[in-house]
């Protein structure tokens, strides 16, 4: 049996837009506010503020009993960090920010990871490729090609890479809830899939590393993924619509 899918309405689609849009502008002004020097927490508390000047409010806060406004993953942690004031951001870390922001009935959901200062020539190699397989992903996911295509496409790009494909966490349907199916995985060889049809919403979000694909979670906190050699980690995620043509990207980027 295929995978359920959900065809969302016009309607819901008009929401879902909005909310996209709010959420990829809400992640551009916090990653433009991230700065050497600062904590995670001081970081998550900026963000907490840009999300609530939007009228709208986190998506992930309370979610699972997630603690934070939004996570942020600092160098070999892959996703889900928490700010911490311990954590201080220094020149040449590279930072992941996952926002989500609930407003008008509707749920945006998109990731960065962002260079501080200087980084290193193999950090950018990992950010570059990152980023080119979400776009590989986004060429792919049209109505009409099963998404085993979005997966294989992203799939290929990390390995040309020569980059770690992390395996225990995927890409997702959304837009009402936070997660709806179908699942979006970033690698191939766990079956077909369903067919992409138009008024389908997915996250599709590559989670690279510089060495392997191994994960683990932080046993004290419950959520922090980090790699398990611990090499660099990099996340880049968008929200597309799939139409008949290519998708359309709801939580664009002008600066990406
Ligand atoms: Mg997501």
Redesign the pocket.
């Known amino acids: 049996m295929p995978e359920r899918v959900i065809i969302h309405t016009p309607a819901e689609i008009e929401k879902i837009r909005r909310a996209g849009a709010v959420t990829g502008e809400v992640r551009d002004a916090i990653a433009s506010a991230v700065r050497p020097g600062m904590t995670t927490f001081d970081l998550d508390q900026i963000a907490g503020e840009i999300i609530r000047a939007t009228g709208g409010r986190s998506a992930f806060l309370g979610y699972g009993d997630f603690p934070g406004n939004v996570c942020i993953s600092v160098n070999d942690t892959v996703i889900h960090g928490i700010g911490s004031p311990k954590t201080i951001l220094e020149n040449g870390d590279i930072v992941s920010i996952d926002v989500g922001v609930a407003i008008g009935g509707a749920l945006g959901?998109c990731a960065v990871t962002v260079p501080i200062g200087e980084i290193s020539a193999s950090a950018k190699h990992l950010l570059d490729g990152t980023k080119k397989a979400l776009f590989a992903g986004i060429d792919a996911a049209r109505g009409g090609n099963p998404l085993r295509k979005v997966s294989a496409a992203v799939e290929s790009v990390g390995r040309h890479y020569g980059l770690g494909i992390v395996r225990d966490y995927v890409?997702?349907g959304c837009g009402i809830q936070l997660h709806e199916p179908p699942e979006v995985p970033n690698f191939t060889g766990w079956g077909g899939g369903p067919v992409l049809q138009p008024g389908m919403v997915i996250?599709i979000?590559p989670m690279f590393n510089l060495g392997g694909s191994a994960v683990k979670v932080d046993r004290r906190d419950g959520w922090t993924v980090r790699t398990r050699d611990g090499s660099l980690s990099a996340h880049f995620?968008h929200m597309i619509l799939i139409t008949e043509k290519e998708a359309e990207i709801l939580t664009w980027q002008k600066t990406m």
Do not use: R, V
């Open positions: 959901d890409g997702h996250c979000e995620e």
